[in-house]
């Protein structure tokens, strides 16, 4: 992965944007899907004993053992993420010096092998370099979450707010405690908003706004 010109601060949050080559699908059905989402989580931590791939076979009394043995520590904090298609968007914090660099390196090259093999194809399946935008603001961070949940709506992958709602590939669920997971790093914005129904209304007030917003984007650039 190229060097950055400008270094990625430890302690500060990203908005983290990377997507397929030549609009390259890369997530194409819910097997996909679930794989990127468990690759996330496991390269949120360093040192790793294994690759992803070969930890995926161990029993789960191995892998407890594993962790224990080595002791990795959290170098990026998620707060929010959503897969689509041909891209993916992340909000993180990241912890350590280079945390990011290596978080994103790890995933976009476990998950381009595990897809490569899949599909039978060869080389890269993301752009070399993935966006960073560092946010400066509470406001900015707000904002950028709901960008992130709208996502899946405004491109009209899904066609309902009540299917945004339940969109599996997103940590919107997990913000409106429809699922038991725990990726994400939620305080920061809940922590603002006080309940979760105030935060679903920020994000679904904007909706069909943002959504227009996108079908402009679209005729523009076609």
Not at 31 to 36: F, L, N, S, T
Not at 169 to 195: A, D, Q, R, V
């Amino acid at each position: 992965m190229p060097r950055r010109k400008t270094p990625l601060i430890s302690g500060e949050i990203y908005h983290i944007f990377n997507k397929g080559i030549t609009g390259q699908i890369t997530f194409s059905n819910s097997q996909d899907y679930k794989r990127a989402k468990l690759t996330l989580n496991y390269y949120l931590y360093s040192p790793l004993p294994i690759r992803f791939s070969r930890f995926l076979e161990l029993s789960s009394k191995r892998k407890k053992e594993l962790f224990q043995i080595f002791k990795p520590r959290k170098i990026v904090s998620i707060i929010a993420y959503v897969f689509m298609p041909n891209h993916f968007h992340l909000l993180v914090k990241q912890k350590e010096d280079k945390g990011i660099q290596k978080f994103v390196g790890n995933f976009q090259n476990s998950y381009t092998r595990y897809f490569n093999t899949k599909n039978k194809r060869v080389g890269s399946l993301f752009l070399n370099r993935f966006k960073a935008v560092r946010i400066e603001t509470e406001e900015q961070l707000y904002h950028v979450s709901r960008y992130i949940h709208l996502n899946p709506y405004s491109s009209e992958v899904v066609k309902t707010l009540k299917e945004l709602e339940h969109y599996k590939w997103s940590s919107l669920p997990e913000y409106l405690g429809l699922t038991k997971e725990k990726i994400c790093n939620k305080e920061l914005i809940l922590g603002h908003f006080g309940s979760i129904e105030r935060y679903k209304s920020f994000v679904f007030n904007q909706a069909d706004y943002q959504r227009s917003l996108e079908r402009i984007k679209r005729v523009v650039l076609e």
